[in-house]
């Protein structure tokens, strides 16, 4: 049978604000729309800068090593703003309408950028033109950068986004992204990938092997310092074997969440699921609900969990409830 997957189920709560901003993104303007609550909820870098399909750049003629600069850049954006200093709320309204403009601001900029010139300008058309940042002369006469007040208190910029966007010659462009795009097997499919830590590598004869049966033009597989296999005739080969002895060795994998101030309570009482794995559709019938939806951060083995605890608790509940009015309990009346 294959794996349920869950999504939110009935009705649009509140019209669903985490839907709203699915093509264009967030504006400034959407602001004006949203209580506190909202506003802190949805400010976040993935609600204003949608993830960018890297690979359609790559496959439009955008060299990898450019694709993978424009990822790391946005990679080095906070996903929510970084406050400062905020006294009340109109002030952190506006700390959120400035991270949502510099959020748009980087974004216009990184959507022109295309080859490694136009990577090299992206620093001063960013910092610079928008007054984030001051040229001035050191004491050798060099060009250096002061950081304006827009800089200092803005929630959106930070050291390491600065470090990141700038480019300083093609030498440490081809060193950090179009190397890095490489070593990071940056948009190589999952079923092509070296896991981590391993590496594969081609015998070019140069070279020994304990027992003297290496042999040339063969692949051969490395943990750090260690020669774990040789004599692979290609590298899909050797690719394969690395792949499974990895998977062997590896003890991580998703587990069910349980919250730890529940990790060692039992439940007792009726067996309401009867085994059963609970579903949206169960709250529907069940209960009447409206509708549902989950965090956009949780996994689906978390969805499965909280969808039966909540299942299970609401039916408790119910129970109960229908104990006490059984029993002329007067509380329960009032409820």
Same mark, same amino acid.
């Given at each position: ?7 939110? #189920?009935?009705?649009?709560?509140? =019209? ?24 802190? &909820? ?7 800068? &949608?993830?960018?399909?890297? !690979? ?5 003629? $955008?060299?990898? =090593?450019? $694709? ?42 990184? +959507? ?27 004491? *050798?006469?060099?060009? %250096? ?8 208190? /803005? ?15 093609? %030498? !440490? ?5 179009? @190397? ?12 092509? &990938? ?10 070019? =004869?140069?070279?020994?092997?304990? *027992?003297?049966?290496? &042999?040339?033009?063969?692949?051969? $597989? ?17 690719? @394969? ?11 991580? =994998?998703?587990?069910?969440? $349980? ?27 069940? #209960?009447? #609900?409206?509708?549902? +939806? ?13 969808? /039966?605890?909540?299942?299970? %608790? ?12 059984? !029993?002329? *309990? ?6």
């Amino acid at each position: 049978m294959p794996k349920q997957i869950h999504e939110d #189920f009935g009705e649009k709560i509140g =019209g669903a604000k985490k839907d709203l901003w699915s093509v264009r993104g967030l504006y400034t303007d959407d602001l004006d729309e949203m209580n506190e609550r909202e506003a802190e &909820k949805y400010v976040k870098k993935d609600n204003i800068w &949608k993830k960018p399909d890297y !690979q359609a750049m790559l496959d439009d003629g $955008v060299p990898i =090593g450019v $694709v993978y600069y424009i990822k790391k850049v946005r990679d080095a954006v906070p996903a929510t703003p970084r406050y400062y200093r905020v006294y009340d709320s109109e002030d952190k309204y506006y700390q959120q309408k400035q991270y949502i403009t510099t959020v748009r601001q980087l974004q216009e900029v990184m +959507e022109k950028v295309r080859n490694v010139e136009d990577a090299k300008a992206a620093f001063a058309e960013f910092y610079v033109e928008n007054g984030y940042l001051r040229p001035v002369q050191d004491w *050798n006469g060099r060009t %250096a950068y002061e950081r304006t007040r827009d800089y200092t208190h /803005n929630p959106a910029l930070t050291e390491n986004l600065r470090y990141t966007i700038r480019i300083t010659s093609s %030498a !440490q462009f081809e060193h950090d992204f179009a @190397r890095g795009a490489k070593d990071a097997q940056f948009l190589v499919p999952k079923e092509q &990938k070296i896991p981590r830590g391993y590496n594969i590598r081609q015998y070019d =004869g140069n070279g020994y092997s304990r *027992n003297g049966d290496w &042999k040339p033009d063969t692949y051969y $597989v490395t943990h750090g310092h260690y020669i774990l296999e040789t004599n692979f005739e290609t590298r899909d080969e050797a690719l @394969r074997w690395v792949q499974e002895y990895a998977k062997s060795r590896s003890k991580s =994998g998703k587990q069910r969440f $349980v919250p730890p101030q529940l990790e060692y309570i039992n439940r007792s009482g009726p067996d309401f699921r009867n085994g059963q794995e609970i579903t949206g559709q169960h709250y529907l019938d069940t #209960f009447g #609900f409206r509708g549902g +939806e989950f965090g956009n951060w949780l996994n689906q083995n978390d969805r499965q969990a909280s969808l /039966n605890m909540g299942f299970e %608790a609401l039916k408790g509940l119910a129970d109960r409830f229908r104990y006490l009015l059984c !029993q002329g *309990n007067k509380s329960a009346h009032r409820l």
